[in-house]
Protein backbone atom coordinates (compact mmCIF):
# COMPACT_ATOMS: atom_id res chain seq x y z
CA UNK A 1 0.00 0.00 0.00
CA UNK A 2 1.06 3.38 -0.63
CA UNK A 3 2.23 5.32 2.10
CA UNK A 4 3.60 8.99 2.98
CA UNK A 5 5.63 9.65 6.23
CA UNK A 6 6.77 13.07 7.75
CA UNK A 7 7.92 12.04 11.01
CA UNK A 8 8.45 15.15 12.11
CA UNK A 9 5.16 16.86 13.69
CA UNK A 10 6.55 19.79 14.73
CA UNK A 11 10.13 21.86 14.12
CA UNK A 12 11.55 25.17 15.47
CA UNK A 13 14.17 26.75 13.68
CA UNK A 14 15.90 30.34 14.25
CA UNK A 15 15.43 32.36 11.63
CA UNK A 16 18.14 32.59 9.30
CA UNK A 17 19.42 29.09 10.37
CA UNK A 18 18.99 26.27 7.31
CA UNK A 19 15.97 23.86 7.24
CA UNK A 20 15.40 20.47 6.38
CA UNK A 21 11.84 18.78 6.74
CA UNK A 22 12.34 15.19 5.96
CA UNK A 23 9.96 12.95 3.79
CA UNK A 24 9.79 9.24 2.91
CA UNK A 25 7.44 7.39 0.86
CA UNK A 26 6.40 3.90 0.27
CA UNK A 27 5.40 3.18 -3.06
CA UNK A 28 5.11 0.30 -5.59
CA UNK A 29 6.15 2.29 -8.61
CA UNK A 30 8.61 5.68 -9.58
CA UNK A 31 6.90 8.42 -7.91
CA UNK A 32 5.69 11.76 -8.47
CA UNK A 33 6.79 13.70 -5.94
CA UNK A 34 5.37 17.19 -4.15
CA UNK A 35 5.97 19.50 -1.55
CA UNK A 36 3.56 21.91 -0.33
CA UNK A 37 3.17 24.61 1.66
CA UNK A 38 0.04 25.47 3.67
CA UNK A 39 -0.56 28.73 5.66
CA UNK A 40 -2.71 29.06 8.47
CA UNK A 41 -6.43 29.34 7.26
CA UNK A 42 -5.12 29.11 3.47
CA UNK A 43 -5.81 26.31 1.19
CA UNK A 44 -2.54 24.13 -0.11
CA UNK A 45 -0.10 26.06 -2.41
CA UNK A 46 2.40 23.62 -4.55
CA UNK A 47 6.19 24.73 -3.61
CA UNK A 48 8.22 22.00 -5.71
CA UNK A 49 7.65 18.62 -7.91
CA UNK A 50 9.96 16.07 -8.94
CA UNK A 51 8.78 13.75 -12.12
CA UNK A 52 11.94 12.45 -13.56
CA UNK A 53 15.57 13.79 -14.41
CA UNK A 54 17.72 16.02 -11.93
CA UNK A 55 17.42 14.38 -8.22
CA UNK A 56 17.80 17.83 -7.02
CA UNK A 57 14.73 20.08 -7.73
CA UNK A 58 14.29 24.19 -7.01
CA UNK A 59 11.50 25.33 -5.98
CA UNK A 60 9.53 28.37 -5.12
CA UNK A 61 10.59 30.95 -1.91
CA UNK A 62 14.13 29.65 -1.85
CA UNK A 63 12.99 26.24 -1.28
CA UNK A 64 14.58 23.07 -2.68
CA UNK A 65 14.18 18.99 -2.53
CA UNK A 66 16.67 16.36 -2.99
CA UNK A 67 15.33 12.24 -4.53
CA UNK A 68 17.20 10.06 -2.84
CA UNK A 69 15.31 6.59 -5.09
CA UNK A 70 17.62 4.03 -2.66
CA UNK A 71 16.33 5.94 0.52
CA UNK A 72 13.26 6.19 -0.43
CA UNK A 73 13.17 9.99 0.60
CA UNK A 74 12.11 13.12 -0.87
CA UNK A 75 13.64 16.26 1.95
CA UNK A 76 12.73 19.76 1.47
CA UNK A 77 15.49 22.02 2.68
CA UNK A 78 16.01 26.06 2.97
CA UNK A 79 19.37 27.66 3.10
CA UNK A 80 18.36 30.51 5.45
CA UNK A 81 14.90 30.17 6.97
CA UNK A 82 12.41 33.92 6.81
CA UNK A 83 10.03 34.40 9.76
CA UNK A 84 7.22 34.28 7.10
CA UNK A 85 8.26 30.72 6.11
CA UNK A 86 6.26 29.69 9.38
CA UNK A 87 3.44 27.21 8.13
CA UNK A 88 2.41 23.63 7.25
CA UNK A 89 3.86 21.69 4.73
CA UNK A 90 2.99 18.45 3.20
CA UNK A 91 4.50 16.10 1.66
CA UNK A 92 2.09 14.13 -1.29
CA UNK A 93 3.48 11.31 -3.52
CA UNK A 94 1.59 9.97 -6.93
CA UNK A 95 1.32 8.26 -10.35
CA UNK A 96 1.35 10.25 -13.32
CA UNK A 97 -1.00 9.00 -15.16
CA UNK A 98 -3.24 7.89 -12.28
CA UNK A 99 -3.21 11.83 -11.53
CA UNK A 100 -4.18 10.86 -7.65
CA UNK A 101 -1.99 11.39 -4.67
CA UNK A 102 -1.15 10.46 -1.31
CA UNK A 103 -0.12 12.98 1.51
CA UNK A 104 1.60 13.04 4.74
CA UNK A 105 0.47 14.39 8.19
CA UNK A 106 2.41 17.90 7.78
CA UNK A 107 5.35 19.08 9.42
CA UNK A 108 4.34 22.50 11.03
CA UNK A 109 7.48 25.25 10.77
CA UNK A 110 7.79 27.59 13.48
CA UNK A 111 10.23 29.84 13.06
CA UNK A 112 11.85 31.82 16.51
CA UNK A 113 13.34 35.45 15.63
CA UNK B 1 -8.07 34.91 -11.85
CA UNK B 2 -7.99 31.36 -12.43
CA UNK B 3 -8.30 28.78 -9.68
CA UNK B 4 -10.56 26.66 -7.74
CA UNK B 5 -13.38 28.60 -5.47
CA UNK B 6 -15.19 26.98 -2.84
CA UNK B 7 -18.44 27.81 -1.16
CA UNK B 8 -19.12 28.56 1.74
CA UNK B 9 -16.19 29.54 3.44
CA UNK B 10 -17.57 28.05 6.29
CA UNK B 11 -21.28 26.52 7.81
CA UNK B 12 -22.05 24.95 11.02
CA UNK B 13 -24.65 22.48 10.80
CA UNK B 14 -26.94 20.23 13.05
CA UNK B 15 -26.43 16.49 13.71
CA UNK B 16 -28.65 14.92 10.63
CA UNK B 17 -28.68 18.07 8.65
CA UNK B 18 -27.71 17.88 5.25
CA UNK B 19 -26.00 20.31 3.13
CA UNK B 20 -23.77 20.57 -0.38
CA UNK B 21 -20.53 21.71 -0.51
CA UNK B 22 -19.65 23.65 -3.80
CA UNK B 23 -16.39 24.02 -6.01
CA UNK B 24 -15.86 25.66 -9.50
CA UNK B 25 -12.48 25.25 -11.24
CA UNK B 26 -11.58 27.58 -14.49
CA UNK B 27 -8.64 25.97 -15.75
CA UNK B 28 -10.05 23.25 -18.02
CA UNK B 29 -8.61 20.43 -15.85
CA UNK B 30 -10.30 17.26 -16.12
CA UNK B 31 -9.60 15.85 -12.94
CA UNK B 32 -11.48 17.15 -9.65
CA UNK B 33 -11.02 15.70 -6.08
CA UNK B 34 -12.49 16.40 -2.60
CA UNK B 35 -10.15 16.29 0.70
CA UNK B 36 -10.68 16.86 4.28
CA UNK B 37 -8.15 17.70 6.83
CA UNK B 38 -7.89 16.67 10.09
CA UNK B 39 -5.34 17.73 12.15
CA UNK B 40 -2.19 15.26 12.49
CA UNK B 41 -3.35 13.46 10.00
CA UNK B 42 -2.80 15.76 6.95
CA UNK B 43 -5.34 15.48 4.12
CA UNK B 44 -7.51 12.29 3.16
CA UNK B 45 -9.24 11.51 -0.33
CA UNK B 46 -12.79 11.34 0.02
CA UNK B 47 -13.96 11.19 -3.59
CA UNK B 48 -12.23 12.17 -6.81
CA UNK B 49 -13.30 12.27 -10.51
CA UNK B 50 -10.87 11.68 -12.90
CA UNK B 51 -12.95 13.04 -15.94
CA UNK B 52 -16.52 14.45 -16.53
CA UNK B 53 -18.70 11.90 -15.83
CA UNK B 54 -16.90 9.80 -13.41
CA UNK B 55 -16.48 9.66 -9.85
CA UNK B 56 -14.85 7.33 -7.59
CA UNK B 57 -14.47 7.03 -4.12
CA UNK B 58 -11.06 8.07 -2.14
CA UNK B 59 -9.92 7.11 1.30
CA UNK B 60 -12.71 8.15 3.32
CA UNK B 61 -15.96 8.09 1.07
CA UNK B 62 -18.11 7.04 3.58
CA UNK B 63 -21.15 9.67 5.04
CA UNK B 64 -20.61 11.70 1.95
CA UNK B 65 -21.74 12.23 -1.99
CA UNK B 66 -20.71 13.85 -5.13
CA UNK B 67 -21.43 14.97 -8.34
CA UNK B 68 -19.62 16.02 -11.05
CA UNK B 69 -21.75 18.06 -12.68
CA UNK B 70 -20.07 19.24 -15.73
CA UNK B 71 -16.35 19.80 -16.54
CA UNK B 72 -15.73 22.54 -14.17
CA UNK B 73 -17.95 21.87 -11.07
CA UNK B 74 -18.03 19.43 -8.31
CA UNK B 75 -19.86 19.07 -5.83
CA UNK B 76 -19.66 17.20 -2.24
CA UNK B 77 -23.20 16.30 -0.48
CA UNK B 78 -23.34 15.20 3.21
CA UNK B 79 -26.74 13.41 3.80
CA UNK B 80 -27.02 13.39 7.41
CA UNK B 81 -23.85 15.38 9.03
CA UNK B 82 -22.40 13.82 12.04
CA UNK B 83 -20.30 15.73 14.52
CA UNK B 84 -17.11 12.88 13.11
CA UNK B 85 -17.84 15.20 10.07
CA UNK B 86 -16.36 18.18 11.68
CA UNK B 87 -13.33 18.97 9.57
CA UNK B 88 -11.78 21.57 7.03
CA UNK B 89 -13.07 20.22 3.44
CA UNK B 90 -10.93 21.24 0.39
CA UNK B 91 -11.36 20.88 -3.16
CA UNK B 92 -8.78 20.58 -6.01
CA UNK B 93 -8.36 20.07 -9.62
CA UNK B 94 -5.37 18.53 -11.47
CA UNK B 95 -4.52 17.64 -15.04
CA UNK B 96 -2.29 14.48 -16.25
CA UNK B 97 1.14 15.47 -17.52
CA UNK B 98 0.80 19.49 -15.43
CA UNK B 99 1.67 18.05 -11.78
CA UNK B 100 0.17 18.41 -9.04
CA UNK B 101 -2.78 20.32 -7.61
CA UNK B 102 -4.47 23.27 -7.15
CA UNK B 103 -6.34 24.12 -4.32
CA UNK B 104 -9.42 25.88 -3.49
CA UNK B 105 -9.41 28.03 0.24
CA UNK B 106 -11.36 25.32 2.27
CA UNK B 107 -14.62 24.89 3.93
CA UNK B 108 -14.49 24.71 7.79
CA UNK B 109 -17.56 22.57 8.46
CA UNK B 110 -18.57 22.04 12.36
CA UNK B 111 -21.44 19.46 13.41
CA UNK B 112 -22.84 19.83 16.35
Known amino acids: AQSVTQPDIHITVSEGASLELRCNYS??????LFWYVQSPGQGLQLLLK??????LVQGIKGFEAEFKRSQSSFNLRKPSVHWSDAAEYFC???????????FGSGTKLNVKP | NAGVTQTPKFQVLKTGQSMTLQCAQD?????MYWYRQDPGMGLRLIYY???????DKGEVPNGYNVSRLNKREFSLRLESAAPSQTSVYFC???????????FGSGTRLTVV
Open chain 2, 92 to 102: ASSEVGEGGYT
Open chain 1, 27 to 32: YGATPY
Open chain 1, 50 to 55: YFSGDT
Open chain 1, 92 to 102: AVGLYNFNKFY
Open chain 2, 27 to 31: MNHNS
Open chain 2, 49 to 55: SASEGTT
